[in-house]
DNA sequence: GCAAAAGTGTTAGGTGTACACCCATGA
DNA sequence: TCATGGGTGTACACCTAACACTTTTGC
């Protein structure tokens, strides 16, 4: 009888004896044996975990799920999914998002690797952990209830499983490296904003306030960003003007080799 | 017949049909089922690939090999290894390092986790890159001889397999941006060493020249060097000052809030 | 008319950068 | 004594950070 089984070559059990597999891949229709230094190796399952953060009322929100499954079912987690041999890492982190947001097209950045030997008290897992910036406008409240899901202010966050908590550090401290010097803040508002709102957020990042007049002042002279003819009345009497993102003018700049920071 | 087989839970050959196996694990010597939701998931090969840098007569070395295994067989590669599922990410990364270069405790720092289906022509592999810096004064040279493996000036390192060069080139990034606020250059130099000597290292990982004043001047008033009695006579008839990094004071420091950047 | 948020310029102090000459020593 | 790399101080330009009042408009 011939076994073929896709994954690790052996296990040893003592009580059963050990039992060998040949590693063979499956290409169109014709199957071969793999180079043999690959077969002696370790197979590992491999998660995504998604720091999914938005922004409103001036402050920075996480969301968070209730874990569906054992180990730890029940408890605080970051949204996650395994990987699968037809993704790309970026591909399973896209499914989850869409998963739980209903959102296509999202900005991510890998946050780190994480991989200690029982990080995951269930099972050897080692987790990609990526962050994902959402704007609040696309989000699709239904699928909250449906996962079990919340918002959670970012500075309220509690315990979460295993070493979510670590990544969400992490994770703060890349987004504030990051944001200093690129325009990624945009992918948190909708596509107009105003600038008390751009502001705000800034402010929600770096955990600090900022002075009006200097920030107008530097954000406007990048001149990256369009005024447009409308006000956002929602906030005050007088109203506040909107403005967008020009990316092309943006990614022009870089070019040419303009250096931002706020 | 009961067949246990760790990793994945099916392959689908349309030849044969599909064949089933149910995960086990093995601790202790009891054998208990999985979580189910585990189960179900798709295992994967795990490995590491090492940027290891090392500095000398003012210039940034790349440690290369031949790969020694099909496909891509002696051509140039970053140093690499497998997960062990003994292991820790870092314990793979030190097992690598010590093999290929004789020295433990060495400085290292995660780049990134490289995932694309197609990345390794011979099997999918996800690949976490870690690069190191060595002090090469510790460097075993025998090693390289025995692993068919080169010292080769960084900008003249030519094409490597897979995505390596994209690990390297990530690792120049993060380096640099790194350099500038931690003083993680100190790993590249002996225990001992002079402040041309750390000019040099800077401009080049910076690829730029510096004013030796200003260096200097900003080096000094961080006030965590040390200068030692006695001079380095080899390049100069003058001769210069040894320092030391002070870590206990450089950590002293950071708690106190201060901020270092060159 | 008043409350509440939006919008607007100037200045002082500090930081980064450019720059040139003397020193010590071995050959 | 001279060639070579090591070591030192200052002046200016620029950027950052601090600061207060006017405008608009719905109620």
Not at 57 to 71: A, D, Q
Not at 91 to 110: A, F, N, P, W
Not at 200 to 227: G, H, P, V, W
Not at 230 to 246: C, L, P, V
Request: aromatic share 12%; glycine share 6%.
């Amino acid at each position: 009888m011939i076994i073929v089984c896709s994954g690790i070559t052996y296990i040893q059990i003592q009580e059963i004896g050990e039992i060998y597999c040949t590693f063979a891949q499956n290409t169109k229709k014709e199957i071969f044996l793999m180079a043999p230094f690959y077969i002696e190796q370790e197979k590992f399952l491999l998660s995504v975990d998604c720091i999914i953060l938005g922004f409103k009322k001036g402050k920075l929100y996480l969301l968070i799920s209730k874990r569906k499954f054992e180990p730890l079912k029940n408890q605080d987690t970051l949204m996650g999914g395994f990987l699968r041999s037809d993704e790309n890492l970026e591909d399973t982190v896209s499914r989850v998002l869409y998963e739980y947001t209903g959102i296509k097209d999202v900005y991510m950045e890998q946050v780190g690797t994480y991989g200690s030997i029982h990080r995951d008290e269930g099972e050897r897992v080692i987790s990609v952990a990526y962050y994902a910036l959402i704007n609040l406008e696309l989000f699709d409240e239904e699928l909250c209830k449906k996962h079990n899901a919340r918002w959670e202010e970012l500075d309220k966050v509690g315990k979460l499983i295993f070493d979510h908590n670590q990544m969400l550090e992490d994770t703060i401290e890349i987004l504030r490296r990051k944001a200093a010097t690129q325009p990624l803040g945009f992918n948190l508002l909708p596509e107009k904003f105003t600038l008390p709102q751009l502001q705000s957020l800034y402010e929600a990042i770096y955990q600090t306030t900022l002075d009006k007049r200097n920030f107008r002042k530097r954000i406007l002279e990048m001149d990256i960003l369009e005024k447009q003819g409308d006000k956002d009345k929602s906030t005050s009497k007088r109203g506040a003007f909107y403005y967008k993102f020009n990316k092309e003018k943006y990614d022009q700049l870089l070019q040419k080799g303009y250096y931002f920071s706020l």
